[in-house]
């Protein structure tokens, strides 16, 4: 096991001197069991949100595992603590997490399982804490490896947002969501020659509360190296 504390600072500035951003995060990180890694530290920031300056204190961490050759990889990262809604410039509260795993239920199959999630509360009029917005991104990857030439890898992600228009200073609408899909098709022919055959699809939510679709790509490619 390893044990070690840190501490990162940066600071920029814009070309009249004026502060962009500054950030200053004392931890400590260290290696478990499991060929685990875990790290935590305390953010100190200070960044420029409109023409006003916003500090920001947050507590972040971040876990590393590889348990099993079935489950290969497990991570968590993310912060909690105060906030800035950007949008409308101001302070606020809010946390980050993201979460992911790669599995590998046989030889030949690969999964890639990830789940995001961030959101800010704000005070409204009252003084009253509520949600200005949750954001939420969930994408499985998954890769079949059927020989040492030949393989198909397709993607699905699926990215919302849910909002309260009340609370923003300029108009907004309340839930936004796209959804999107690709695959791919990759064929070696020799040592130097590649053939990739691909499709994507994506959808957009719109006012109906419907999917709908925003566009289609097909492409094929053939990579070859030239030598002398």
């Known amino acids: 096991s390893k044990l070690r504390t840190f501490v990162n600072a940066d600071r920029q500035v814009d070309r009249a001197g004026e502060l962009i951003a500054r950030d200053v995060q004392p931890g400590i990180a260290m290696s478990t069991r499991w060929n685990g890694f875990l790290q935590f530290l305390y953010i100190d920031d200070d960044i420029r949100s409109g023409n006003r300056t916003i500090g920001r204190r947050q507590f972040g961490y971040s876990a590393q595992f590889s348990p099993s050759r079935l489950l290969s990889t497990v991570a968590v990262n993310g912060t909690t603590g105060q906030e800035i809604d950007f949008a409308n410039a101001r302070p606020g509260t809010g946390s ?133």
């Open 96 to 228: 980050t997490v993201n979460v992911s795993a790669m599995l590998n239920p046989t030889n030949h199959l690969n999964l890639m399982l990830t789940q995001n999630q961030s959101w800010v509360n704000v005070d409204d009029a009252l003084g009253a804490s509520r949600q200005l917005f949750i954001a939420r991104v969930s994408r499985v990857r998954g890769t079949y490896t059927f020989t040492s030439r030949l393989f198909v890898r397709g993607t699905a992600q699926y990215v919302s947002t849910n909002r309260d228009p009340g609370l923003y200073t300029f108009s907004t609408v309340a839930p936004s969501g796209t959804v999107s899909g690709q695959i791919l098709l990759s064929y070696k022919l020799n040592w130097q020659s590649v053939m990739f055959i691909g499709y994507g699809d994506d959808r957009m939510l719109s006012t109906q509360d419907r999917f709908e679709k925003v566009d289609r790509q097909f492409f094929v490619k053939f990579s070859y190296a030239l030598q002398r």
